[in-house]
């Protein structure tokens, strides 16, 4: 899983309901990203964070948030599930250079 | 901001003959190209990219072409393999943490 690891693997979550994503990666990679995966719209960057304790606001960021306390993790939150964001989320970490190397997903149902 | 798309959606081919994917992209200032593949129930696996200082790129039976006058530049798998049947995405880097827009993916199919 090239070096990183998502934490669940499925979830289902009621409207309202918080919950957080966690991708931990071990290359030491300063750049980590989290993007959803919908049917035929390929993957759009929600949050990313070019080092410890610094996040930024990708394409569709509303009703995320994110935190990154340890070079090595990259937390993704909902504080309150809707069901637009029913998806897979994929993590990704990279050197900076472009290339990133993804984990295997979080397929998240909220209902 | 940037905008990658991707044709065709879906491509079969027979076991042996080659496999095409485009892509155009819109802004410019793009200058790294990466191509993925997606197996079902997997994450995107990077298996070959490609610079804006280089027009061609070939790892074995993969070989990628840009066009930076045109913005566009695509993927050709020769010989294909039924294990080459999966998703492709392509996807356009650009600003200083590298983000990546992703094409909407091309279904490959390799029948037998």
């Known amino acids: 899983n090239a070096g990183v690891t998502q934490t669940p693997k499925f979830r289902v979550l009621k409207t309202g309901q918080s919950m957080t994503l966690l991708c931990a990666q071990d290359?030491?990679?300063?750049?980590m990203y989290w993007y959803r995966q919908d049917p035929g719209m390929g993957l759009r960057l929600i949050h990313y964070s070019v080092g410890e304790g610094t996040t930024a606001k990708g394409e569709v960021p509303d009703g995320y948030n994110v935190s990154r306390l340890k070079k090595q993790n990259f937390l993704l939150g909902l504080e309150s599930a809707a069901p637009s964001q029913t998806s897979v989320y994929f993590c990704a970490h990279g050197q900076g250079n472009g290339e990133q190397y993804f984990g295997p997903g979080t397929r998240l149902t909220v209902t | 901001g940037e905008n990658v798309e991707q044709h065709p959606s879906t491509l079969s081919v027979q076991e042996g003959d080659s496999a095409v994917i485009k892509c155009t992209y819109s802004?410019?200032?793009?200058?790294?190209f990466p191509w993925y593949k997606q197996e079902l129930g997997k994450g995107p696996q990077l298996i070959i990219d490609?610079?804006?200082?280089?027009g061609e790129k070939k790892d074995q039976r993969i070989a990628v072409t840009l066009n930076k006058t045109a913005k566009h530049f695509s993927l050709h798998i020769t010989e294909t393999q039924p294990e080459d049947s999966a998703v492709y995405f392509c996807a356009a880097s650009i600003g200083s943490a590298r983000q990546l827009t992703f094409g909407s993916g091309t279904q490959l199919t390799v029948l037998p």
């Open positions: 490609i610079r804006s200082n280089v």
């Open positions: 802004d410019s200032a793009s200058n790294y």
């Open positions: 290359m030491n990679h300063e750049y």
